[in-house]
């Protein structure tokens, strides 16, 4: 097993500095930094003094932004609706730090070597029309222009809903079939779902229930 580094508390690397060492395992160290966008990370030795990490993951972010600023990204300081719509994407697939992370970057939703670029997005998927959001037609794929389109909110809602599969007195569909029979909601299913509710549970609720004709009219 190798030796761990040298302290080196209150180095700077880029943008972060080291607080202290945070652990030892596996022959590598790892130290706390801070970084001057005000995350806190947790990085391996051996890449903060080799360069390879110099930051929270916000410079990758930024350096990108900067490209962007020369396609059109921003009228004066303000980021246009498109250049947002792409950060965002950009910091959930690629920013541990960012809340979104662990439901795209870190369940291994990526974004093509193409759209990394501003330039790149916007070549392929035009202006961001009014009204519509940037939806992935499979969402166990990531981000690029054979997997993305334009789309309104009820269909990126139909889309997430289409994927839950939902059972009630013997009857199995996907739970935008269901929320469009009972006349529920994606947040009234969605939540109970999250609540870890049995399907019955999820389509009539607790503590009441639909009476047995209505549940025979359903499943008819």
């Given at each position: 097993?190798?030796?761990?580094?040298?302290?080196?508390?209150g180095?700077?690397?880029?943008?972060?500095?080291?607080?202290?060492?945070?652990?030892?395992?596996?022959?590598?160290?790892?130290?706390?930094?801070?970084?001057?966008?005000?995350?806190?990370?947790?990085?391996?030795?051996?890449?903060?003094?080799?360069?390879?990490?110099?930051?929270?993951?916000?410079?990758?972010?930024?350096?990108a932004?900067?490209?962007?600023?020369?396609?059109?990204?921003?009228?004066?300081?303000?980021?246009?609706?498109?250049m947002?719509?792409?950060?965002?994407?950009?910091?959930?697939?690629?920013?541990?730090?960012?809340?979104?992370?662990?439901?795209?970057?870190?369940?291994?939703?990526?974004?093509?070597?193409?759209?990394?670029?501003?330039?790149g997005?916007?070549?392929?998927?035009g202006?961001?029309?009014?009204?519509?959001?940037?939806?992935?037609?499979?969402?166990?794929?990531?981000?690029?222009?054979?997997?993305?389109?334009?789309?309104?909110?009820?269909?990126?809602?139909?889309?997430?809903?289409?994927?839950?599969?939902?059972?009630?007195?013997?009857?199995t569909?996907?739970?935008?079939?269901?929320?469009?029979?009972?006349g529920?909601?994606?947040?009234?299913?969605?939540?109970?779902?999250?609540?870890?509710?049995?399907?019955?549970?999820?389509?009539?609720?607790?503590p009441?229930?639909?009476?047995?004709?209505?549940?025979?009219?359903?499943?008819?």
């Open positions: 097993m190798g030796k761990p580094l040298a302290d080196i508390t180095q700077v690397f880029g943008r972060l500095t080291v607080l202290k060492r945070d652990s030892f395992a596996n022959g590598k160290t790892r130290w706390l930094c801070r970084c001057e966008c005000g995350q806190s990370t947790v990085v391996i030795g051996q890449l903060l003094r080799n360069g390879k990490t110099r930051s929270c993951g916000c410079l990758r972010a930024d350096r932004a900067e490209r962007a600023t020369k396609h059109g990204g921003y009228v004066g300081r303000k980021p246009t609706r498109t947002r719509i792409w950060k965002n994407m950009i910091q959930r697939t690629s920013n541990p730090n960012c809340p979104m992370y662990a439901r795209y970057g870190g369940a291994g939703i990526g974004v093509c070597e193409t759209w990394q670029a501003f330039e997005f916007v070549a392929d998927m202006e961001a029309p009014e009204g519509l959001t940037l939806e992935r037609i499979d969402n166990r794929r990531g981000y690029g222009p054979d997997n993305c389109k334009w789309a309104t909110y009820a269909e990126q809602n139909r889309n997430k809903s289409s994927t839950k599969l939902l059972t009630l007195n013997g009857k569909q996907v739970a935008a079939d269901w929320i469009a029979e009972l529920l909601t994606d947040a009234q299913v969605y939540k109970r779902i999250r609540r870890g509710w049995s399907d019955e549970e999820v389509l009539l609720g607790r009441q229930r639909l009476s047995n004709n209505v549940l025979q009219e359903i499943t008819r």
